[in-house]
């Protein structure tokens, strides 16, 4: 190994910009200078700096050769290539490899850094593991001496879940893995595992794509794409040498190769402080790593006591060799260069820099061959000893199966290696065809299929189902043409026709399927490059006949693709091939939480289908929350991507974090694994995802503008509270007067401007005597609302909680009183909202409040109240009677109104006459709720007039919105009957008329006044 010692090796690399962060029009946040690597803070500059033994760039100065190969694009490029890394660090680990020492290598970094292109590769830049099996080989050709066989036996496995699976098996295995064991001499290993003998490169690349296969097929099942598990590939490599006297020297090497899954997941269970803490399986082995890590690094650092956690999990019981004990060790940490993933990258950085501390010791593996045969034979001898005193004790069955193991291993031993070669490709070729068949299954070359496509481009593309001439299906059932296993697969699922020349395909009993991001509800034709989903995630993409077909045609299908065309269709357009330039760091976050947005609907569909095939009846929303819906700024700033929880069988809602969300989620696979294995599932809630303790929830809030309270002027309106969406949730009435000193309502003739009340004492009250069409209590009438307030981020103020009203009776009253007003209080009157906040309490479903009660008692019914028909009718019929007066109200309000304007009108001319004699221009026109009403000397009997005005267009105002919570409520009470609902609807419409007239008509008179009363101010 370059260098010499036995410290873990650690190299960071940094890759190009991807699409997304083009997009986002994300900086490059990190630089390199020789082996040092600098992270710079994006939001504030701050760097800090990192010392390893390799920093690789690898983010831009490069050019792409006509073969696809990326290269330095001139000779004063510092990009770092595949073959230079390979260099670097693969020929290390082959030179320790023909040592006889054990080597291992192992990526690290978040989702989509670049871990698989620096240990595997994509197409023809190939990663480390390819290259240095390719060298391998190269150099065992070359070896001309006769004494000396060498050997080269390759195993892929993956761990997901904590379960081990065998990637060069194609057939089902067992649901709980395959088990880890534990032996003296090979320390921890794989029961069962296939370590395939191969004879040249091209079976380890055979073996790889099998593996590949294997993999794809297993996540299409259960979305476990690359970056939730961990991919081993072990390359044993034995020289037998033969001496003069003919005894032999066996001296052998372990390659791990090592594709960990996406750190980002190594602590999503700690942020989330969630119920369930205990967390799931699937972070268990990356958090064990990072555990592992750090107490090896301790102990480097001379810490004395330490223990090193390696049995607390699968990934560190197979790596404790490789990382605390006999193995030349490399990691190389991907990093992503772009600003949005700082945290991220920072945290790999500093996952490097404990890992460059960790001490080996590695050691030659060499001994004679004979002495391991021997070896084994004692080991046979104590076990059969042992077994045969033991009688049937517990753990006899454990000693048999080290019995079997060990004959197994001798017998392996006593095998010429040929023999071994022979027998592994007759296996092989029993599962797979031959093995070293120049290519595998080809049809596609020749008839349309379907290829899939995985959020892990590494996994995309992979399988390839062809669809010959006649009928292909696809479904649960083993009968099916192609059985795939998934979220909302069903037994059958999709028929396929080929003709020939046409493809179509049809939906089976109703199943999900998306073409192009439109849900297919009967038989269509299918088009080359069609986007398909079966279920909640089987994507495939269509590949139609081969005369249409163009070279590289696929490639701009990927999964981000399909994901913007699904959203699209749900109405959330995307741009995916935009790059912004120069975007605003607020505009930049935005950009990042609708990503984040976007990457949880696949996990959203999936979390409901999970719950729909487990009857849980629980549904799953991603919202954003935005913080003005709190800020008394209204400022829009703070978003965060947050999921509502819906269980409608017991009607109860929570809101999760995100992280809440991906953690529960995780812990729902599970449970779905098990369901699906046939286990059968916990009974209690206290281990239920699915399920938390009630918790209020926020449902809406409205902000009331404090400006007008800095002139004295009351505010005493109905607002709409809206929640997240924007969507209304209740009308609220609120009231804030000033006080006199001696708590009395000061009326409108004391006037001010803002700045008399400096020094003063200022008092006020703030009511909200009542709330309007609450939804929440109206769908559910178990449940209860209060409403909160909080004056100059004083302690907030609670009303009582209402239950199982449409109409809430508040009573809420709150006075501030200010001993001294100052210029920061005026101010904030004047930037402020007041923020009302409606929030909702869990009910009992099925537990009705007492007015249900009542009414089910008048009424006979189940909850529902129902009116007598008659009585409807001729509530309608006073209703109508009630809006012809009003109507007949608005019209003499009309008539006034524009008489006052006439007189206005008169007033201004006026005005202007005399303005327009001392020289000076009109003003242009203010916000009402702006204009101070000034003393101008007005006609006495015009300020009386408007006085009157004001107060009786307030009147009809409460009227016509007591009419209308009126209706609403009739209208949700007699649902059974189309006719009487229809005429209410027609009844409520005309309402709105009404009031929409009145409104235009108020505030184009308010308009008036506050011109004409600028003006004349001048
Ligand atoms: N050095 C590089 N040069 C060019 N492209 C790169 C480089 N590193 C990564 N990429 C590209 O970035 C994308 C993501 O890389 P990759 O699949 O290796 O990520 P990963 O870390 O394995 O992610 P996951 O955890 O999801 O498996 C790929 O499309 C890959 O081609
Ligand atoms: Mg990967």
Known sequence: MPGGGDSVKVAVRVRPFNQREKNAGSGCIISMKGDSTTIKNPENGSTKVFAFDYSYWSHDGFQESDGGVYTPNSGTSNYTDQRRVFQDLGQGVLDNAWQGYNAALFAYGQTGSGKSYSMIGYGPNKGIVPITCEELFKAIETNKDSQKQLQVSFSMLEIYNEKVKDLLVKSKQAPDGLKIRQNPQAGFYVDGLKNVPVRNYKEIEKLMEQGTVNRTTASTNMNATSSRSHMVITIRFNQVIRNAGGESNTRSSDINLVDLAGSERADSTGATGDRLKEGSAINQSLSTLGNVISALADIAGGKKNVLVPYRNSVLTKLLQTALGGNSRTIMIAALSPAGINYDETLSTLRYADRAKKIQNKAVVNESPTDRLIRELKEENARLMAALGKGGKSSNSEELQRLLLENERRMSDMNKTWEQRLEEAKKEWEKGHGGLEHEEGNVEWKQVPFFTNVNEDTQLSGVVKQCLQVGETTFGRSPTATYTIRGLGIQEQHAIIRNNGSKVTMEPVNGSKIYVNGLKLKEKAELHHLSRIKFGSSCLYLFVGQVSERKPNDEKEYDYDYFMAELAEHRGVAIDLQTPRINESMENLKSYVIFQEFMDLLPQISEANAISLELNKGVKFEAEIKTSASHDSMQNQGGKEVIIQVTNEKIRKVWIWSKEKFLHRKDLMEEMYCKYMDGETLPLGRDKDPFWDPVEDIFLGSCHVMLQSLSYCVEIDEH????????????????????LSEKGE??????????????????????????????????????????????????????????????????????????????????????????????????????????????????????????????????????????????????????????????????????????KSRRGLHSAPPLDVSQASIPDVGLDADLAQALRIFFKDIKDVQSHISQIKENAKMSQGGSTDNGNIKQALGKQEQKLHEVEDKLTGCVSSLKESVTNTLRKAKR
């Open 719 to 738: 607002f709409t509270l809206h929640n997240y969406h924007g969507k209304e949730e209740a009308v609220m009435k609120v009231r804030i007067f000033p």
């Open 745 to 914: 309502y000061l009326g409108e003739e004391s006037i001010l401007e803002p700045r008399e009340l400096l020094g003063k004492p200022f008092n006020f009250e703030i009511s909200v005597p009542e709330c309007m069409g609450v939804r929440w209590c109206s769908e559910d009438r178990s449940r209860g609302v209060y409403c909160k307030f909080s004056v100059m981020d004083k302690e907030p103020v609670r009303s009582q909680t209402m239950k199982g009203k449409g109409y809430c009776d508040f009573g809420l009253k709150h006075r501030v009183r200010e001993k001294k007003v100052t210029q920061e209080f005026i101010n904030y009157l004047q930037t402020h909202s007041l923020v009302v906040e409606l929030w909702g309490t869990q009910g009992e479903p099925g537990k009705l409040n007492e007015e249900d009660q009542i009414h089910q008692k008048f009424n006979g019914t189940n909850g529902h109240a129902h009116h007598d028909t008659d009585d409807v009718f001729s509530e309608l019929k006073n209703k109508d009677l009630e809006i012809e007066q009003l109507s007949k109200d608005l019209d003499a309000l009309k008539k006034e109104n524009f008489n006052l304007k006439k007189k206005l009108d008169k007033q201004q001319t006026h005005i202007d006459m005399k």
